[in-house]
């Protein structure tokens, strides 16, 4: 029986993969520019790492994960972001312990057992960045301005940045007071989801997807309304570096992250026309976060965004990735016979770093070219008849049909030249 792939999942054929590559080497890019360095963390964690302070409004319950028992009877759970691994792996390396802040970036499979849809798989992939040991607004600024270079260098048009401040343990009292406040004569009227979220944690009802929960939300209060002098401070930094920069941006009261160990900036980066899956990529700070997850309490902020819905992106806006290219030549048979000669010669021009390949079908020589062109060759090398007796063969430049004889020993000479 055909087995197919898990719903919710994708196969990246070699067709897609160039936009793949190429998000990855644009990312690999920019940070080494903004100086943030690769960790590669392990793709399942324990469970514990992801279900912290149960009974919050946790990500057990956002980001419904893959959770299994081991043959050890060890709860492991797929990782469903990439944050909580990286605060894990920074504590358990004492990467506390260099120079601060410690700025890394990270890329790889996530998993979340969602309902899929356009935008929205079990498996998908992100790329995030996260800066421990720094409030430094600037931080702030430069993670989301690093985001928008990032788009920009994609070539990705219409991006908009949205941005706010989630206040800090200080000021949520009083917004939670404000809030319950605002909600208490209508609390009937909420969805059962945000009936729990109003003892809990109010702040959530505000980012609730239900429509009739945001109608009731939209006069709310905001975190703006109630930010103590320390947050409304740093916010009105983090807005003069990004100006500094000359990222625009557009301050969303609406936008809110409900965990408690969110604090300060919140933000999200949408696509305008990617449809009803429109942001981009997300973050924000989240100075509680490292002393939740066992350590001291030392800043952070990071973002993540996720590369299936940036080629969502680049598709609606046509904006074309050149595709992984074919060999750079093909060695073509005149006689099956030269067939150790090629095997020989292709070998040398992959040493000399020229990519090639040959026919293992038996085609005839025909078939052959037909192939080499299929393959989307740069150059097709003949081996055989009289050239081959003067140790020479005749090189076909695929584009224009060009032909010269080039002996054998220079051939990787004189097609590295050509390709310069
Ligand atoms: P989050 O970790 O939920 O803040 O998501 C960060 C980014 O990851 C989002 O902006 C999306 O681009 C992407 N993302 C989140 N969930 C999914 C999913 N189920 N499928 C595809 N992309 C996702």
New binding site residues.
């Given amino acids: 029986m055909l087995t197919s792939r898990p719903r919710?999942t994708n196969d990246i054929l070699p067709g897609e993969v160039g936009k793949w590559q190429f998000i990855e080497e644009t990312m690999a890019k920019v940070c080494r520019e903004y100086n943030f360095r690769e960790i590669r963390t392990p793709i399942f964690e324990p469970t514990e790492l992801f279900v912290r302070g149960v009974g919050e409004d946790t990500d057990i319950v956002?980001?419904e994960m893959y959770t299994f028992l081991d043959r050890g009877e060890r709860s492991i759970t797929l990782r469903?972001?990439?944050?909580a691994p990286v605060v894990r792996a920074y504590l358990e390396n004492k990467l506390y312990a260099g120079p601060q802040p410690v700025k890394l970036y990270y890329t790889g499979p996530?998993f979340?057992y969602?309902r899929?849809q356009a935008?929205?798989?079990?498996q998908?992939?992100?790329l995030?960045v996260e800066v421990f040991g720094s409030h430094h607004p600037g931080i702030d600024a430069e993670v989301m301005a690093m985001a928008m270079d990032f788009y920009n260098r994609l070539g990705l048009k219409n991006m908009e940045l949205h941005i706010n401040s989630v206040g800090c343990p200080q000021c949520r009292p009083q917004v939670r007071e404000r809030l319950q406040s605002y909600f208490r004569p209508r609390l009937d009227e909420l969805c059962p989801n945000c009936q729990g979220r109003f003892d809990r944690n109010p702040l959530r009802i505000v980012d609730c997807k239900n429509s009739r929960c945001q109608e009731i939300g939209q006069e709310a209060p905001t975190t703006l309304d109630c930010l103590c002098d320390e947050c409304r401070q740093h916010f009105d930094q983090v807005c003069h570096y990004l100006q500094i920069l000359h990222v625009p941006y557009q301050i969303d009261n609406r936008l809110v992250r409900g965990l408690d160990y969110y604090t300060h900036t919140a933000f999200?980066?949408m696509a305008l026309d990617i449809g009803a899956?429109s942001?981009?990529?997300?973050?924000g700070r989240y100075n509680g976060l490292i002393e939740e997850c066992g350590g001291t309490s030392i800043p952070g902020i990071g973002?993540?965004?996720?590369?299936?819905?940036?080629i969502l992106a680049l598709d609606k806006q046509g904006i074309q990735i050149k595709e992984s290219p074919g060999p750079d030549v093909f060695v073509a048979l005149l006689s099956p016979d030269n067939k150790p000669k090629a095997f020989e010669l292709i070998f040398k021009l992959r040493q000399a770093g020229i990519s090639a390949d040959q026919d293992y079908q038996n085609r005839s020589l025909k078939a052959q070219m037909k192939y080499a062109a299929k393959i989307g060759a740069g150059y097709t090398f003949f081996v055989g008849g009289d050239e081959l007796k003067r140790e020479a063969g005749i090189l076909r430049e695929m584009a224009t049909g060009k032909q010269e004889e080039i002996p054998l020993n220079d051939v990787a000479s004189r097609i590295n030249e050509k390709l310069g």
């Fill in positions: 919710g956002d980001k469903p972001e990439g944050t996530m979340r969602d899929p935008g929205r798989y079990r998908f992939h992100q995030g999200e980066i899956q942001s981009v990529g997300g973050g973002y993540a965004l996720g590369i299936e819905r940036i």
